[in-house]
DNA sequence: GCCACGTCATGACATCTGTCATGGCTGATT
DNA sequence: AATCAGCCATGACAGATGTCATGACGTGGC
């Protein structure tokens, strides 16, 4: 008996997951959880030997559950389940020892045959996904770069950024002039975007 | 028994809400799509109680496809299943005859019972959510802001936008300017950011 | 007929942004 | 010791953006 952990945030996919798994004879979910945060309690609790996670959750993101479970439970298998394909993540999930990746783009069957085939040691990632990944490569910015451009999601201008981050609006510019740059945009907006969409953030 | 069309784009959620509602003695899902321009055809020809329909899919909006099976099949149910909770999405789908408006954060339990109630002939809805509904009111955006606003997620510059919509770049600034005005914005991004929380779009 | 409103447009203005050159500082590499 | 990358800052410049006044046109309501 295959004994899973479920975390997701929204409570009728989690629900609607659970229900799926329970009709598999050979797995059984354990716990299930609403929060990132709550993953690794629950983990400690039950022992499961899959834990199935969603990326956008609050509290903690999955993968860094992910990094957290890797440490306490290392003998847990890790799926990662999100709905964006996002390169960054996968990335980052296999760099951080998931055993898996798994898109809700696909179909409801492979849930069971990815976490079986995780427990046999498998790693099981999406082909055209991963494919994309190699492509696509890693950030092209530098740590500081990345903080400014997250933090222009939150804040309007570039007085704001400035302010948030103790910088002098001139670097603030200077930075964000070589975001646009990499990024090939023609705006802040527009890095933004290509940022999101490579799950760089 | 009540016969169920469900239509949600990912393959993973979609599978899994099935396999929940296969759960339930009375209802039968008797038809499945994964794209918002199925909905129609495969209601055609299965003639459900229920449709429980997404939001957010490819080739159609649940919300386009809520006013499409509302002029075919006006016996037909029809309740709203969604990421989020956007007061704009709620009124327009109770305008346009939704019978119910649910949350994916919501527990799944809660999905079986709305079915039956909408099949019943009562409307279902989150009661914080509507709250929310009614003290946020409609967009204050007239069409002409709304399309421009709409337009500048996909267009860098003025110009650009501009010369989608076949206006002169003035134009688009005024309409711009107007409608960081009403949302008290200070940025064309700021009201981007505001209108899409609050599903004005 | 008059008025309010939405739409489109222009021109002028102040401000914000993005770019560039320059320079100082740090830590890592050679 | 010398070099390089990253980080921070300043000043100057061009171009983009946001605001405002103004005016034309059409529609619909009173």
């Known amino acids: 008996m295959i004994r899973v952990l479920l975390a997701e945030d929204q409570g009728m996919v989690r629900g609607a997951l659970a229900s799926l798994l329970g009709l598999e004879p050979d797995i059984d979910v354990v716990a299930q959880v609403a929060r990132g945060d709550e993953v690794l309690a629950a983990a400690r609790s039950v022992d499961p030997d899959v834990a199935l996670l969603d990326i956008e959750m609050p509290g903690a993101t999955g993968l860094e559950a992910l990094a957290e479970l890797r440490g306490a439970l290392p003998g847990c298998r890790i799926l990662i389940l999100t709905t964006f394909g996002r390169p960054g993540y996968l990335r980052r999930a296999m760099e951080t020892g998931a055993s898996g990746f798994l898109l809700k783009d696909a179909p ?8 079986r085939r995780a427990v046999a040691g498998e790693r099981v990632v999406d082909p055209g996904l991963a494919a994309a ?7 092209p910015l530098t740590a500081r770069e990345h903080e400014v451009l997250a933090a222009s999601r939150n804040y309007a201008t570039v007085a704001d950024i400035a302010g948030a981050l103790y910088l002098s609006p001139g670097t603030v510019r200077n930075h964000l002039s070589s975001v646009m740059q990499k990024l090939d945009a023609r705006n802040r907006a527009e890095a933004l975007k290509f940022a999101e969409e490579k799950g760089w953030l």
Chains 1, 2 share one sequence.
Request: cysteine-free; overall charge negative; aromatic content about 0%.
């Open 133 to 139: 990944a190699l492509s696509e490569g890693e950030s």
């Open 108 to 115: 409801a069957q492979e849930l069971a045959s990815a976490i």
